[in-house]
């Protein structure tokens, strides 16, 4: 059956790591090399992505440092400083217009009331712009900073970020958009009519409500999820509006692509209601030649001690500290990479294990993105592989990683949009107000509003 032409454009995101995406930016000599604790390190990004015309910028975030080989870590500062989303995101409201603001909040370690204000709060400072990433944690240190010995269980953990995610939308429909009449004559400040009380009571919480913030001005910040396994899937089928999975073949992408969009009609939703935006680390160069150059540099600055971390965390604790990172990976190495390629349904590591490549070798080919797909090459092969993508539906947009900041940002900015311009796949300017506007998402009426 012939793919039918696609009618929309493509959607772009900026996932910003403070000094970039690959585990040795930070050493690169054009990356800011405070950029964790630097206020106007961010400014500077989001007003190139906003004068670039992307749909919104992208913080990840983990309410703990990593645990681990304390030498290697403090060669890899990527997640062990650096601002709360949420706090850096309502600054970058105040100096931006049009970019979305999309921030990282785990449902394990935070209470439904507290997100549902903070977001609210976010969405009416930045008229509109806002949106949550739902997550239930990865980071197994998070659990000893909140009373626990260990992370919820898998289905525990996606059944309470279910309820979680329901509770907040309810919080957020605490005040209907018109409650507020701010009437001096009559001295009436809101319509106690249009005040609701949630009054939830489920397994995980109890919550009775109302908010004390005003309905968010797009009715419900955008929902976004990162997930590749079939319980997140369900739930992005059922929640999400953007959605972020690391897929590296069109094969691949085509498969999740339609599986999602299927999953939505079964839950009454439309397909075009949920964003699928993977990440993509470009690597970008005059030619292709000077792109993997560019590439061959960042992983020649990879410190032994970090590429055995990186992989060893990825294996389950793996001890490698003994294997010369010259030599093949030993069995035990490809062992475990199988294993895990069967619960996450990655082939990153396990393709390039196949080869039995030396550790150096291995933790180089997997240290720029992580799982994510790398891209690297002229601005035109950038162009025309982001373009396939698009074209044969295996993406809506993709969310940009770049490898080093900021000048990866300026380059992929300066080289690769024009190029996507021309083509007539990228927007010349927004087409909205707010992050739903842009995105092409409907504003979601208040659940009272339907049941009336």
């Known amino acids: 059956m012939p793919i039918e032409k696609r009618r929309d454009r493509m959607k772009l995101g900026a996932f910003f790591h403070p000094t970039g995406n690959h585990i040795a930016a930070w050493l690169h000599p054009s990356a800011?090399?405070?950029?964790?604790?630097?206020?106007?390190?961010?400014?500077?990004?989001?007003?190139?992505?906003?004068?670039?015309?992307?749909?919104?910028?992208?913080?990840?975030?983990?309410?703990?440092?990593r645990d681990g080989n304390l030498e290697a870590l403090s060669r890899w500062p990527q997640y062990m400083a650096y601002f709360d989303p949420l706090t850096l995101l309502a600054g970058i409201a105040a100096v931006t217009h049009r970019l979305g603001l999309v921030a990282t909040m785990t449902t394990s370690y935070n209470e439904p009331y507290t997100v549902a204000r903070r977001f609210a709060s976010l969405d009416l400072m930045s008229k509109g712009r806002t949106g949550w990433n739902i997550v239930t944690s990865s980071n197994e240190s998070e659990a000893f900073n909140f009373g626990r010995d260990a992370h919820f269980g898998h289905a525990e953990r996606y059944e309470r970020a279910?309820?979680?995610?329901?509770?907040?939308?309810?919080?957020?429909?605490?005040?209907?958009?018109?409650?507020?009449?701010?009437?001096?004559?009559?001295?009436?400040?809101?319509?106690?009519?249009?005040?609701?009380?949630?009054?939830?009571?489920?397994?995980?919480?109890?919550?009775?409500?109302?908010?004390?913030?005003?309905?968010?001005?797009?009715?419900?910040?955008?929902?976004?999820?990162?997930?590749a396994s079939m319980d997140g899937r369900e739930m992005?089928?059922?929640?999400?509006?953007?959605?972020?999975?690391?897929?590296?073949?069109?094969?691949?992408?085509?498969?999740?692509?339609?599986?999602?969009?299927?999953?939505?009609?079964?839950?009454?939703?439309?397909?075009?209601?949920?964003?699928?935006?993977?990440?993509?680390?470009?690597?970008?160069?005059?030619?292709?030649?000077?792109?993997?150059?560019?590439q061959e540099y960042l992983n020649s600055l990879i410190h032994p001690d970090v590429g055995k971390e990186l992989l060893s965390h990825e294996l389950g604790g793996l001890d490698l500290s003994t294997h010369d990172i010259e030599r093949p990976i030993a069995d035990e190495v490809v062992e475990r990479i199988l294993q895990r390629e069967k619960r996450s349904h990655s082939g990153l590591l396990a393709d390039a294990a196949r080869t039995r490549p030396t550790l150096r070798d291995l933790y180089q080919a997997y240290g720029g993105a992580r799982g994510q797909r790398t891209l690297v090459g002229s601005p035109e092969q950038v162009a025309d592989s982001m373009e396939e993508w698009f074209v044969q539906r295996g993406v809506d947009g993709f969310l940009i990683q770049p490898a080093h900041l900021p000048d990866g940002l300026h380059e992929f900015i300066s080289h690769v949009i024009p190029i996507l311009r021309e083509r007539g796949l990228f927007r010349e300017e927004y087409e909205g107000e707010t992050l739903r506007e842009n995105l092409g998402l409907p504003r979601p009426a208040s659940h009272y509003e339907k049941s009336a």
Request: glycine share 6%.
């Open 236 to 294: 992005a089928a059922r929640t999400a509006e953007l959605l972020f999975s690391p897929l590296n073949s069109l094969n691949d992408a085509q498969q999740f692509y339609g599986d999602i969009k299927q999953r939505c009609l079964r839950y009454g939703r439309s397909p075009d209601h949920i964003k699928v935006m993977p990440g993509l680390n470009v690597i970008v160069g005059r030619s292709e030649k000077e792109a993997l150059e560019k």
């Open 162 to 227: 279910d309820e979680f995610t329901e509770v907040v939308k309810g919080l957020w429909d605490s005040y209907d958009d018109d409650a507020f009449v701010r009437d001096r004559q009559n001295a009436r400040y809101f319509d106690p009519a249009k005040l609701h009380y949630l009054n939830h009571k489920g397994k995980h919480f109890t919550v009775r409500g109302p908010l004390n913030a005003a309905r968010p001005v797009q009715g419900y910040p955008v929902l976004v999820q990162a997930t």
């Open 32 to 65: 800011q090399i405070d950029a964790g604790t630097n206020f106007q390190h961010y400014v500077l990004l989001a007003q190139m992505a906003e004068a670039a015309k992307f749909d919104l910028m992208f913080l990840a975030d983990a309410v703990a440092t």
